[in-house]
């Protein structure tokens, strides 16, 4: 497995340009089954998780050509041959799940294994399948399989019992093919879950209140293939913004959209840095007045749970004190052991974390656990004194492209050791 090695201490400077939005893209290149036909899809960023995604809708009968080059995925869909995704496939990525609103639209089928629970907690996906019920969906469990049988779905008015960006998503795909009207009540307001749904209404579906937690949903009898480009990564972009920021360096996060990262600007700014936005960048700068602040997350807008490990590497050397709420997931604190042995001075109470500044961290062999935490380990590692190694760096690889390359960019020491380390 690769590692990273890192050598701390300098200060970030420089412009980084954002990819395409990972969460956005993978509900998209599922919803491109609802249509027969090809489908262009540009801003892909080239990910893990994305090539994941992509076999998993091979292996329901649709050809995709991947130009990693050019960030731009080719998908040809003629016929649905399969409503089966295996367990080997769903168990590397949960996002998996997102077929089954398109198979279920399209053929009134779908067997996907069912979830397990992951480093951040437990992640049911009951609402998911309570919406699939709502539209006339018939669900059982068998053998760690999800069945889902239907004939064509019928349109509802259905109250999600908890914000899911997911489950937003999935029953959104499954509706718009459905016969009448769907009422979706406190939906998720996320950038990607508005970016599927401009998606959608390009292919010709008809969904109004997108952004807002009620979104309405006309069924139609068909969609059209379409060309579409994927909007920019808030979750990377913030990621930068936060690197640049912990290094006390002065960085621009370029491809942006500044409205998808306030809650971010805010928390920094906040803390004492300089943030300032143009029309599609973000630029943040240090200042002499640094002190700690409160971040809770919550829903979009709210404060995102992704940047949470992130908010916590840069608050380990913020003098003062730093409050951090995780309100989303239960247990998305994976990376604080790791910290800790880096110096940092942090404090769990269940779902609220304490970390009082200190003058520097330290480098130390450490391990990314899932995505975000590796995010916040490379962090700290770009502010610890010495060379810090850091393992199983393939958690990054599925959210972050070409990551230590754009580091570099930014002056960076950062380098991928192939093969290295457990
Ligand atoms: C998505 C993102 C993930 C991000 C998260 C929060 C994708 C593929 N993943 O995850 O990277 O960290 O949003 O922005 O886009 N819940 C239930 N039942 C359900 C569904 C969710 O109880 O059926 C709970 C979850 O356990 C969690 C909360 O609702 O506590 C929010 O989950 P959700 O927004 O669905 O997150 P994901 O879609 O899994």
Redesign the pocket.
Known sequence: MDTYLIRGGTRLSGEVKISGA??AA??IIVGSLLADGETVLDNVPDLKDIHTIIQVIRCLGAECDFDTAANRLTIKVNSIKNAEVPYELVKTM??SI?VMGPLLARIGQADVSLPGGCA??????????TGFEALGTTISLEHGYIKARAGRLNGMQFKMR??????T?NIMMAAVLARGKTVLENC?R?P?VVDLGNFLVKMGAKISGLGSDLIEIEGVKRLEPVSYSIIPDRIEAGTYLIAGAATKGEITVKSAIPEHIVACMDALKDMGFVVDSGADRVSVKTSHKLSGTLVKTL??PGF???LQAPMMALSATIPGINVIVET???NRFTHVAELRRMGADITVEGNVVIVKGVEKLSSAPIMMSD??AGAALVIAGLIAEGETEIRRIYHCDRGYERLENKLSVLGADIRRVKGGGL
């Open positions: 990972k969460n993978l509900p949960r996002a997102y951040i907690g437990e992640r049911p996906v009951d609402i998911h399948l908890g914000i899911s960006v997911g489950a998503a998720a996320e990607d829903p979009y995102p749970t992704d989303i997931f239960e995505l975000r």
